[in-house]
């Protein structure tokens, strides 16, 4: 299990290289020129040159490059063209909001996804399953954005339960914190709760139908532990599989949920960034974007190996 | 049908089916696939039932269990007793304090019949901790006990390791390890050897036999193989079409069978001295729970079938009912009286 672990953990170091190096790159080919954007309206040729060396433009790609990854192992990922930011310290600033957010919509989508798949699975065919499928249909092709505005709508405007837009830090208010994440962690949760769900239904009532499942009931063993213990574990693999695409994708900023709910995460900071061909600001968010995706891979991949002893092997 | 089929003259039997009847719903409203069987099992004994597939014997051993998928199937009737208990509509949590406890089950695939999840002797120690509320360490004792009992060679270390980690044949040994830990009365064999080579088959053979009589327990032998029956069995019951078409002990059902589809299972075993002799089959398929012929379910592929095997008798309106001809030998045949059959060569 240790070797597994750190194979998977030294496949990640190439990787992440290979993506910084493609991410600069592609930053670098976008049409426009920041040193003009950053010269100002008026700027004469001169001025232009001076911000381009300044910004060290005028390199060649590789020392370019070179000069940023070395900063960027250091956790210097440079300056923002537009504030007095650096790169490191805004995303770290937005970073929480979209870990808190992960975590909520994650937390939402499993508390729901799971009893859900598993009536399912036991029901197969039979009205709950139906149900269950139908919901899910209606879950993955609902819109986020639309269900974002359907939610403030109804719990925010007609009935203010809750907060339309906003977010209180953790620091601030534990119960403000909580009760501004409502809407948007279902909004989020939702979708991926239909996914899991979806998943889950699947892998379960397949496994359901195993021969080792026909052993531990013969064996006596209670329905409620054969579903849960011995199914689950089996059944998990597409799931976390499915989980792990999710949570990588929210983490990187679900951009369209939290400009909806004014939320300031990682994908409000993309946007902006982008926006303003804000250059190092966006280098930095994809690449950290990026390496988080890459550790919930090798989170979900660690989960493999606990689940089915053959990988563990291979 | 067959309500008093139990030979008279045996001890008080461990499992004792009675009149079982259990049905399919299929497209065209429900089949019965068992049909009216009985038989039962003493102390220490071993009975085999045997037939093609689609007789019905898995589902009679499923049923025993109350592992029946429900639905399609249900039970429509007859009784199933161990010892004094009633299984038949025992709840399910009843139930499952009999499972793996009283009565324990293996099965055909020993490559599927394990969870590979979880480590072999973790699986075993969860049935025993289970049933008997022990402490985990006790549990995991006697998991690694068990299986040194099935001779799994370094059984300690070999616990921890998972099904994918065992052969074929290791996996049937912790299979039964796993069946027997709580010393069940009665091992449903559920064809526990068709899918090994024919050396581990023997092996296995074996190890259930010392097992039985280690354990006293009571074995149900199910099997398409009659050689494999011949090799552990003391009594067999041969079904066909979901009914029972012969009982007999072990050597009277060898070379005395008295239903032409015992005749015919022998006459299709492989023979050692045969040599360039082609195996014999049965003409025909066994026939669909929809579509049975009337009279006699063998009838239109036995080989003495008469014009009259055809027709139900009258002491059974919808076909053929079985007769005890001694204590301990019954039939199904119309024919019985003036047919002399061949027997295993």
């Not at chain 1, 909520?104 to 149900?131: F, K, M, N, S």
């Not at chain 2, 079982?20 to 429900?30: E, H, M």
Request: net charge neutral; proline share 6%; aromatic share 6%.
């Amino acid at each position: 299990m240790i070797t597994y672990a750190l194979r998977r953990i030294a496949m990640i170091i190439p990787l992440i290289i290979m993506v910084s190096f493609g991410v600069y790159a592609l930053v670098l080919m976008i049409p426009g020129d920041p040193a003009i954007t950053i010269a100002g309206e008026n700027a004469t040729e001169e001025q232009i040159q001076a911000t381009r060396e300044r910004l060290g433009l005028t390199d060649s790609f590789f020392v370019q490059y070179w000069n940023w990854i070395s900063g960027a192992v250091r956790g210097d990922l440079g300056q923002s063209l537009f504030s007095s930011q650096t790169v490191t310290g805004a995303i770290l600033d937005r970073f929480p909001v979209t870990l808190a957010l992960t975590a909520a919509a994650v937390t939402v989508a499993l508390l729901i996804a799971v009893p859900a798949g598993i009536i399912a699975a036991l029901h197969r065919g039979r009205w709950p399953d139906r149900a269950v499928t139908l919901l899910t249909s209606i879950g993955i092709s609902m819109p986020s954005f639309w269900l974002g505005i359907l939610l403030v709508m109804v719990l925010a405007l007609a009935t203010p339960i809750f907060p339309a837009v906003g977010y209180t830090p953790l620091s601030e208010s534990v119960l403000g914190w909580a009760h501004n994440l409502v809407l948007p962690a279902f909004t989020l949760g939702l979708a991926v709760c239909a996914e899991i769900t979806r998943q889950l239904r699947g892998s379960l009532s397949d496994v359901l139908h195993q021969d080792y499942i026909r052993t531990a009931r013969a064996a006596g063993l209670r329905g409620r532990i054969v579903v849960v213990k011995h199914g689950m574990k089996n059944a998990a693999v597409p799931v976390v599989t499915v989980l792990g695409f999710q949570v990588g994708f929210l983490l990187g900023g679900s951009v369209v949920v939290e400009r909806v709910f004014g939320i300031p995460g990682l994908g409000d900071l993309a946007i902006r960034a982008v926006l303003e061909r804000d250059i190092p600001m966006i280098q930095g968010i994809v690449v950290v974007s990026a390496a988080i995706v890459m550790l919930v891979n090798l989170v979900v991949d660690l989960s493999y190996g606990y689940l089915n002893p053959k990988v563990r092997q291979s | 049908m067959t309500a008093m089929s139990v030979a008279p003259g045996t001890e008080a039997p461990v499992l004792e089916v009675t009149d079982l009847r259990v049905q399919f719903a299929t497209d065209r409203g429900w089949a019965t696939v068992v049909d009216g069987v009985s038989f039962s099992v003493g102390r220490a004994e071993t009975v085999g039932v045997v037939g093609e597939s689609g007789s019905g014997k898995t589902v009679t051993s499923l049923a025993v269990l109350g592992l029946l998928p429900s639905p399609p199937a249900r039970v429509v009737g007859g009784s199933i007793r161990l010892g004094d208990t009633e299984l038949l509509g025992l709840r399910r949590r009843e139930l499952e304090e009999i499972r793996g406890d009283e009565v324990a089950m293996i099965f055909q695939e020993p490559m599927t019949s394990l969870n590979p999840a979880f480590p072999v002797g973790d699986q075993i120690a969860e049935v025993f901790r289970r049933h008997r509320r022990c402490s985990r360490s006790r549990a995991r004792a006697r998991a690694v006990e068990m299986l040194g009992k099935v001779g799994i060679p370094d059984a300690a270390r070999r616990a921890r390791a998972y099904p994918h980690e065992f052969s074929g044949g290791m996996r049937q040994r912790a299979m039964i390890a796993l069946a027997m830990c709580c010393d069940p009365r009665v091992l449903l064999a559920d064809e526990p050897t068709t899918a090994l080579d024919g050396t581990i088959q023997a092996q296995i053979l074996d190890l259930m036999r010392s097992m039985r009589d280690e354990f006293d327990t009571a074995i149900v032998f199910v099997t398409h193989d009659l050689g494999v029956v011949a090799d552990i069995c003391d009594r067999a019951v041969v079904m066909y079409a979901g009914q029972v078409v012969e009982k007999a002990p072990i050597d009277d059902l060898y070379y005395h069978p008295r239903h032409p589809y015992t005749e015919a299972l022998l006459g299709a075993l492989p023979q050692l001295d045969g040599g360039t002799e082609v195996l014999a089959t049965i003409p025909g398929t066994a026939p669909t729970p929809g579509a049975l012929p009337a009279g006699c379910r063998f009838h239109p592929r036995c080989a003495h079938a008469r014009p009259e095997c055809a027709h139900p008798t009258e002491s059974a309106a919808d076909g053929v009912a079985l007769r005890w001809l001694s204590d301990s030998v019954a039939s199904r045949c119309v024919r019985v009286d003036e047919l002399r059959l061949r027997g295993a060569r």
